[in-house]
């Protein structure tokens, strides 16, 4: 009596077609993961840079620290490049480059949108506070990606807390991507 040692290629071929069932049944599940993740991360980023940037500015009462969007081709989405921080030394309202202290770049298709256009694209801290006449109470942030429904709203206010909002297509956020 023979014994078996391996398998069919019917078996093998049953296998594979499973698997790829499988697959193109979890896939776009995947990349919905991953894309939810990719916002998430940029709007935890944004929250720890303006974090880190008010806490700069209590510890050093004496310059103001600015939040710049790093400046790209795509001026839909200039904010969703990166950002860079610094103290601003000399007192203009924006960052020379021996004032930058860090710099935050991305390259993803994540956007970040500012629901306000202001003539000052920087977000300036003095003394734990947002020095910027333009942006009233509250600056608002929409991170999302046209391909994605879900989006997440920052909202910071001029005491310079943040705070952040997931929304949906059906929630009642500020903007659309």
């Known amino acids: 009596m023979k014994t078996q040692k391996a398998f069919t ?22 990349q919905f993961v991953i894309l939810n993740n990719t916002i998430t991360t940029k709007t935890n ?11 700069e500015s209590i510890l050093n009462p004496t310059n103001s620290i600015l939040i710049e969007a ?3 081709t795509n001026s839909d989405n200039e904010w969703g490049a990166g950002w860079k921080v610094g103290a601003d030394t000399n007192g203009d309202n924006t960052l020379a480059d021996d004032e930058v202290t860090k710099v935050f770049e991305f390259n993803d298709s994540v956007t970040v949108d500012q629901l ?7 977000i300036i801290f003095e003394e734990g506070r947002i020095r910027r006449i333009s942006c009233n109470n509250e600056c608002v942030f929409i991170v999302c990606n046209a391909e994605h429904s879900l989006k997440q709203e920052i909202t910071l206010r001029r005491i310079g807390k943040a705070r952040t ?9 500020n903007a659309g991507c």
Do not use: G, Q
């Not at 093998?12 to 499988?22: E, F, H, P, R």
């Not at 929250?47 to 806490?55: F, L, T």
């Not at 909002?165 to 956020?173: A, G, H, P």
């Open 9 to 30: 290629i019917t078996e093998l071929m049953i296998t594979v077609a499973v698997i790829a069932v499988i697959a193109t049944a979890v896939l776009p599940n995947v």
């Open 45 to 55: 980023e944004l929250i720890r840079v303006i974090s880190y940037a008010r806490s």
């Open 70 to 72: 790093i400046n790209n």
């Open 116 to 122: 306000v256009i202001y003539n000052d694209d920087s």
């Open 165 to 173: 909002k997931v929304c949906d297509t059906n929630d009642d956020c």
